[in-house]
């Protein structure tokens, strides 16, 4: 399986802030994101995941395949681990089972009768990126996963994502870490930022008017 | 769609999740204006119809600001886009919790109302007939209303601005069949029209919702 | 270049520009001419209505006025609608700047319509259904340019809306029917319709038609005007980000 996209124009909000993003990504591999805050890790990790429509180019990830896990974490005070984790369960389409496998791999279950209000940052961290277990997706696209998680922790995320690689799965990770993934691909973003030419081609008010 | 419904439900009920806040301001509401008004029966009786959906109105309007703005702070919105559900699912399904869980319990008390109301006996399965029958246009219009402004840091007080405008038709059907259900003629051509609004605001709305959400995830 | 791309090409913000320069003077002077000529034609130089003695003069400002408070809505409807489809952003600010004006209008038709309404029904104000039509056209409108002013990102602006003045106007048609089947009005039929010699006498009607023409081309200047002071505020936008960009961090 390979996935990817080609030659892609990136708007956030009115400005065009990449451009010629080309990313190939093969089944069992990641990549992680690099770039100085603003260059447009956001911006990208969004357009892949069908958010924010590109200004040109195409994504080559079906809608169906990818699960995204923002800088928000998804999970409802009221609602405890357990349920939050089977609510995305359900949403996805992989049920109870869905839900188990999310909760071991970050080693929830003790947590699993907590309400989400009641966690620590980290351990909601640790809830919200046990969705993307939950999902049952093949390419996680991840912003910044590791925020208010400790080594120990950090080192459980990777495991986690090993996991998901050795069994067929990709991801695409913004990050400033080493999340100790071993050999992975880094993609600086900054690479991409448009030319002025670019944000110009995109804005119909680059021209003078009168 | 269901999970989205059954989640929404579950929230409103746990503590915390406001249930029975509309229902408290609809009591409120017919309360205070007999004591605005006056006791008089007189004057209360041919009144009672239009507070009766007048406060049912406001009551729904109310508790709209939070139908999609939780849900965008805490991340649920972005995950909502790649699940296989489409958007417009999840708008029905989103509308479909507010009107369970702010508009049903209204219809079921306002009969209880029309009696402090004075409303005369033979219009109260009227009333209720006809809230029953506007209600849903109630919450997907407004829930559309919250997708139109769900980006906006203070956008309670515009969401009421937008809304309030597309709630006319049904407030004047609506009203207008418990009106004459309470003088004795047949109600049931305004009925009829306000179940119509109803049905066409299910059925073609989550479409204008899912694009204004689609518009404000951007 | 077919036809239709001819066309299409005027809705380029600089060609627009120079389109809209070279109406802009004729579009005034059409409107300064026929406002000038229909008012004091109409209101000097007509008689007194033997009813409605010269009271019947006012519809000179009321009648236009109620007919670009509508219409001003459908040109929106359809800037929005081109707005959608073709994304041009001149069609989205064209209807930007068309609605303050259709809310002037019917601000105006209200209130001509209630200093008239005294003298002839004994009142300001009726829950007719036309009146209670206009009302709820004044809120949407104001409704419609609030949701404009509360989104900072202009092209989010321009789709929420165009999308809301598609589910607007369905309502707002409802809304009209709404009204009329709540009360029937005293308000009189169509002042103007094509056998119109059954409804004005045709020494109301020549300057009526010279208003209406003043008024339309005043809605289609002051549209254009305002048009070009938005793509000139885009314009500043555009300028101001770049510099931004450019700066050295």
């Known amino acids: 399986m390979e996935w990817g996209c080609h030659d892609l124009t990136c708007r956030r909000g009115e400005a065009v802030v990449l451009e010629r993003v080309t990313l190939a990504l093969r089944a069992g591999e990641a990549i992680v994101l690099r770039g100085p805050n603003g260059s447009g890790k956001t911006t990208l990790l969004r357009t892949l995941a069908g958010l924010t429509p590109p200004v040109a180019g195409t994504v080559g990830f079906g809608a169906d395949l990818v699960a995204y896990g923002g800088h928000a974490d998804g999970l409802k005070d009221q609602l405890t681990v357990s349920e939050n984790l089977r609510v995305w369960a359900d949403l996805y389409g992989t049920g109870r089972d869905g839900a188990e496998r999310a909760a071991a791999a970050y080693d929830l279950a003790p947590l699993a009768e907590r309400r989400a209000a009641d966690l620590s940052a980290g351990q909601r961290r640790r809830a919200s990126l046990a969705r993307m277990v939950a999902t049952g997706r093949p390419v996680w696209l991840l912003d910044e996963p590791t925020v208010s998680l400790d080594a120990a922790q950090v080192a459980r995320f990777a495991a986690a994502v090993r996991a998901h690689l050795e069994a067929g799965g990709a991801a695409v990770i913004a990050t400033h870490i080493d999340l100790g993934l071993g050999a992975v691909r880094e993609v600086d973003v900054s690479a991409f930022a448009a030319r002025r030419a670019v944000a110009v081609a995109h804005d119909p008010f680059a021209e003078a008017v009168e | ?218 | ?249």
């Open chain 3, 1 to 249: 270049m077919s036809l239709s791309d001819r066309i299409w090409a005027w809705a380029n913000p600089r060609k627009f520009m120079a389109l809209s320069g070279a109406i802009l003077p004729w579009a005034w002077g059409l409107a300064a001419l026929c406002l000038g000529v229909g008012l004091i034609w109409g209101f000097a130089f007509t008689p007194d209505d033997f009813r409605m003695g010269s009271s019947v003069k006012i519809i000179y400002v009321h009648v236009p006025t109620a007919f670009i408070a509508i219409n001003a809505w459908f040109m929106m409807l359809l800037a929005s609608l081109v707005w959608l489809v073709r994304r041009h952003h001149v069609s989205a600010l064209a209807a930007r700047a068309a609605a303050p004006v259709g809310l002037v209008m019917t601000v105006a038709a209200l209130a001509t319509g209630a200093i008239w309404g005294k003298p002839m029904w004994g009142t300001y104000w009726a829950w007719d259904p036309r009146l209670t039509s206009f009302l709820i056209l004044a809120l949407f409108y104001v409704g419609y340019i609030a949701l404009w002013e509360a989104v900072e990102s202009p092209d989010a602006a321009a789709d929420l809306t165009s999308v809301l003045c598609l589910v607007g106007s369905v309502f707002a048609v409802l809304s009209r029917y709404a009204a009329q089947f709540w009360n029937q009005g005293l308000h009189q039929g169509a002042s103007l319709s094509l056998d119109a010699e059954e409804n004005v006498a045709d020494v109301f009607w020549q300057p009526l038609v010279l208003t209406l023409v003043g008024f339309g081309a005043l809605f289609v200047a002051l549209v254009l005007q305002r048009t070009r002071t938005e793509i000139r505020v885009r314009r500043l936008h555009s300028l101001k980000a770049r510099a931004r960009a450019e700066a050295p961090a």
């Open chain 2, 1 to 218: 769609m269901l999970t989205l419904l059954h989640r929404d439900l579950r929230l409103a009920l746990r503590a915390g999740g406001g249930f029975g806040q509309a229902l408290g301001f609809y009591l409120i509401v017919a309360t205070l204006v007999p004591l605005g008004v006056g006791p008089d029966r007189a004057t209360l009786a041919p009144t009672a119809p239009g507070i009766l959906w007048l406060g049912a109105l406001l009551a729904c309007l109310l508790s709209l600001d939070r139908v999609f703005a939780l849900d965008r702070e805490d991340g649920t919105l972005d995950g909502l886009v790649p699940a296989p559900l489409p958007l417009e699912a999840a708008a029905t399904a989103k509308a479909a919790a507010h009107w369970l869980t702010t508009a049903l319990p209204l219809v079921v008390v306002a009969p209880g109302l029309g009696l402090l109301l004075s409303l005369p006996a033979q219009a109260m399965p009227w009333l209720a007939a006809a809230l029953l029958a506007g209600t849903p246009a109630l919450s997907w219009i407004g829930t559309f209303g919250a997708a139109l402004t769900v980006g906006l840091k203070r956008g309670s007080l515009l969401l009421s601005l937008l809304v309030l405008p597309l709630y006319v038709p049904t407030l004047v059907f609506g009203a207008d069949a418990v009106r004459r259900a309470a003088q004795g003629l047949d109600p049931a051509q305004p009925l009829l029209l306000t179940a119509a609004i109803s049905l066409g605001c299910v059925a073609l709305l989550p479409f204008a919702t899912a694009a204004a959400l689609r518009i404000n995830l951007r």
